[in-house]
């Protein structure tokens, strides 16, 4: 069974960092696309981040050259760096994998002063 298991959020002052986590089981991230979703209250869930199996990465216009995504395959686990955090990236962060459409159960970030 496939699972994926965020952990890492919490609440940061803004211009703070965060680095969230994602566990998989059952499956190998290893040569598989990942992806990082956030949804805010009352918006839909959009893309923040994405690796390719060969490392590639794409980024949010909003998170440009403040966001990080990476991948420890030994660990199984992906990850995304979150520096230079606003109010408006508080969302609920999902880890996903695209290619059988399963996601984690979220983890929320929270910047505020």
């Known amino acids: 069974q496939v699972q994926l298991v965020e952990s890492g959020g919490g609440l940061v002052q803004p211009g703070g960092s965060l680095t969230l986590s994602c566990a998989a089981s059952?499956?190998?991230?290893?040569?598989?696309?990942m992806a990082w979703y956030r949804q805010a209250p009352g918006k839909e869930r959009d893309l923040v981040a994405g690796?390719?199996?060969?490392?590639?990465?794409n980024y949010a216009d909003s998170v440009k050259g403040r966001f990080s995504i990476s991948r420890d395959n030994a660990k199984n686990r992906l990850y995304l760096q979150m520096n230079s955090l606003k109010p408006e990236d508080t969302a609920l962060y999902y880890c996903?994998?695209?290619?059988?459409?399963?996601w984690g159960q979220g983890t929320q970030v929270t910047v505020s002063s």
């Open positions: 059952g499956i190998s991230i290893r040569f598989n696309a």
């Open positions: 996903k994998l695209p290619s059988l459409n399963y």
């Open positions: 690796i390719t199996g060969g490392g590639s990465t």
